[in-house]
């Protein structure tokens, strides 16, 4: 018949050493839709751009291609071994905050799950990895802070600072629509400090406990 | 306190309908979201007036847009808005109502508030204060119930005695009797609020202190008691109209088993797999125990089908279901304007009397899904925030109850159903592909909501086999799971997005500009070069 479609974008997972090419890109959870344990996905232009296979390293063949239907809707085709057919809304991007410019954010909605991804250059992605892991990986001791994951109305809270308090114990409870939720140690540790009292209204995010 | 909006409403409006004058001149709507504009709907279709109330949360809300009047109630939390009792019978006095319609939820179900409206000289669109407190108070029903011959789901009559210590071991007594697990309930609840398992003894105490002071603050009700939880149990229900001579009809039943923390997500009628027996039993039943609470108007008595096919009485909401639809579409009846005519002291109309004759033997089948602001992949945790973008599904047998449109704002402080999606089909395997078919067309975005677990119900094969129990979510749903897959094909999604930019600029340290400017695929331009119009008429159909 007519020509095949262009191999339009193909996928490469990972790095093989290979340098990176500077169209390649990186795509990670937002930190809001980061429940998913997903490595961050690193996609380069395909080498041959007249042949739909992508140059793989690590995870088995990925192939994948998007056929935009307007300037939001998208498919995406063949990503699964049945060569799957997804529909996906792009929203448009924002920057993400607490970032450089270099970083967009952009909401996607893939079988109306909503997921926040974020998008960069590999290889801007790569020199700040490299910079990271310069300054020392120092954190990880210190004191973690149990943050709302759904806004509402702080009800009660059964933990003062200086408590010891265990995995799984309850700290707090939030009410959002109607609704109580418990919120529990994520760990063992010792209460730093409380930093809502009850009737307080939280947003997500907001720092509620820290636990040392 | 009261400001109000108020348009003359057009004379039209006032015309006689069909069955005669309009039951009331004014009725005011005393609830939000759909059920408020499904509400207004039935109004302006019977030709009366329609006046919303709203909370500072919902100023420009659909419900005050659609109504002819609207009267505000104070700051958004329920307590200082719906809930208050005083400011909504006041409104209805300020705009000349002659009726109130509560809607479901907030006070719906509330003796005191239909003795309010009863004692300013209105008309409560529902049961009569007395039967609200004879069947809403879901310990007062187990009592009817048992009165009238029909066994309720096995569990204390009283209300559970907390704030003295010596009643506590009374309280283990009378669990230890009923049997573990069982259930702390409110007797002024529904939809799961209040309600609690409690799988030992030693759980007891905490559970009804926790039950109690949710009910209080769900329900300004903390009376808890004790309930047997039957399982696997299927939910089902049986949709009642009554009239002031004392007739009660059964319109036919409704199958809720789908349901997380008590809360019903997907409901169905008829209940698959019944026999008319079934059906005709089943019914009577409940026409028994409505019949000896003298019910006026419409209500729903809801009863646990156990293995072994046994129904056992569960509770009476005396108050128009979320779920009504289904019974609506299967039926053809209007069931919110035969409320409106049971309320003006009219008889049952004929359309219901035909209803119920043929409800033991429904023709067709009806599929509702609730739609939730909710996190199907966190455990349906609350999700509110702003709809960015809203399609819903359209075409033959479907029907969609909303209030929402693009934009809006969803608050934290209600209820977070955001619209009803129904179907109707011939039968129950035509209804589920119909409801596949229409949930495809579902987009949503801004929000994360309840439609990725209902597209996955829609191609269940135990859904379709009816297999249903009220533990049917807790078995089939893998949330966290779903939600990993549609991760990776995020990334992925908009991995190619950005590289299709970063081929054009040949480098990807250009980010595509954060930009509003469409890229409309237009003839001649990239998506004609790039041959995709091509790869489009080429998929697989």
Redesign the interface.
Known sequence: M??P??P??A?AGGSDGRPLD????????APS?A????A??V???PEFPAVAVARVVDGGP?E?????L???????LG?GPDGA???????????APGTDR?V?R??????????E?E??????AVLRERARRGRGVAGQSGPIEVRA????VV?SVSAMAGDAVTAGQQLLVV???????ELRAPWDGMIERVAVGPGETVEVGDVLIVIA | MATSRSEPAPAESLRKDAHGDPPFRTVLIANRGEIAVRLIRACHEMGMVAVAVYSDADASAAHVRLADRAVRLGPPPPTESYLRIDAVVQAALDTGAQAIHPGYGFLAERASFARAVEEAGLVFVGPSSETIDALGDKLHARRTARSVGVEAVPGTLEPAVLDRPDHLDRIVAEAERIGFPLLVKAAAGGGGRGMRRVAASVELHAALVWGSREAESAFGDGSVYLEREISPARHIEVQLLGDVRGRVVALGERDCSLQRRHQKLVEEAPAPGLTAEDRRDLHERAVRVATAAGLRNAATAEFLRAPDGAFYFLEVNTRLQVEHGVTELVTGLDIVREQFLLAAGRPLSEAALAAAARAAEPAGHAIEVRLSAEDPGRDFAPSPGRVLRWTMPAGPGVRVDTAISAGDRIPAEYDNLIAKIMVYAGNRDAAIDRLRTALDETEIAGIQTTLPFHRFVSRDATFRAADLSTGWVGEHWDGPGAYAQAAHSAQLAAGLAALEAAMASGDANVPATPSRTPTRPTRGGRWHASGLERAQDRWPR
């Open positions: 007519s020509t479609p262009r339009d974008l996928v500077p169209r390649a890109v990186r795509v990670s959870l839709s429940r998913a344990a997903l961050p996905l996609l380069e232009p990925v994948a291609r998007l056929v935009r307007d300037h939001e809707r998208a498919l995406l990503t057919r997804e529909r996906v809304l792009l929203l448009p991007p924002a920057h270099s967009v952009h909401e996607v909605v893939v079988n109306g799950w909503r997921v991804v998008v960069e250059a590999a290889a801007r994951i759904i806004p509402g009800v009410e959002a629509m109607k609704m109580q939720n």
